[in-house]
């Protein structure tokens, strides 16, 4: 399964996350199972030193939360280094975040310098539901059998922030506080998120070949265009038959090698 990179400077790119994003608040309800599916098949590298290659729907994500922080007038405070936890070879930084009424609540970074507290807060969001395991183990918490992650530790990480003194973790403290402030529809939008990008990144191989017969059989059944308009849906669900195209014609260069 081959994933259909696409450039951050590309016009493209940046329209369609931004139009998915906007119409997703507007509809008040999530993209259905098959669209978000295909904005995992679409990802972009970055080539700033620590970061990963992000997936389409963590950019239609963070445009969400973006978004809605500025329309319920939320203020990003700034981001401070948390000293003197037991934690080697990284850092762990604190976002800070206001509500228009003055409530405060935080997302804690794991990471050698820190990231855009927009950015954080929407991985905070999408993976406040796991307690162990993190994406360089797929959320199993392992690599090998009975061998932990280096990354997380297997929750250990988490654990040590949590315990932390003057530490208010995201789960425990900030999401009440965040869902309150951006309403309960556009809470459930992002939870809905948070679900997908947790069964994805834990077995994209599955998640995708899953995905790519969802998108066959809507093509099928259902006339393109009636969520996001003709073109970008065309985009989205024919990317799975591009790919189909691709795996064939390497298929026929390998026995040609061999021939």
Not at 16 to 43: C, D, H, I, R
Not at 72 to 88: A, N
Not at 106 to 117: D, H, L
Not at 123 to 138: H, P, Q, V
Request: with cysteine.
């Amino acid at each position: 399964m081959l994933f259909r990179s696409f450039d951050l400077s590309n016009e493209w790119g940046q329209l369609t996350a931004k139009l998915l994003s906007e119409m997703t608040l507007k509809k008040k309800s999530a993209p259905p199972k098959v669209f978000m599916g295909a904005l995992f098949n679409f990802y972009s590298k970055d080539m700033t030193m620590g970061t990963k290659p992000k997936t389409m729907l963590e950019y239609v994500a963070q445009n969400i939360v973006a978004q809605l922080i500025v329309r319920k007038k939320i203020k990003c405070t700034g981001s401070r280094l948390i000293k003197d936890l037991p934690i080697k070879n990284t850092n762990v930084y604190e976002h800070g975040y206001e509500t228009e009424d003055g409530k405060e609540f935080y997302a804690y970074q794991v990471g050698f310098a820190p990231i855009n507290s927009v950015e954080q807060l929407t991985y905070s969001i999408l993976e406040m539901k796991k307690t162990s395991g993190c994406l360089a183990c797929n959320f199993k918490g392992f690599v090998e059998d009975e061998i932990e992650c280096p990354v997380c530790r297997n929750g250990l990480v988490r654990k040590v922030i949590k315990e932390a003194k003057n530490t208010k973790t995201f789960r425990e403290f900030g999401w009440d506080i965040f869902s309150e402030t951006v309403g309960q529809e556009n809470a459930n939008i992002l939870e809905e998120f948070a679900d997908e990008y947790h069964r994805f990144y834990s077995n994209f191989s599955d998640y995708l070949d899953e995905a790519k017969k969802l998108a066959a059989s809507y093509m099928q059944e259902n006339n393109l265009g009636e969520h996001y308009g003709t073109e970008i849906e065309k985009q989205l669900l024919v990317s799975f038959s591009i790919e189909d195209e691709d795996e064939d014609e390497d298929d026929e260069e390998d026995s040609q090698d061999y021939e």
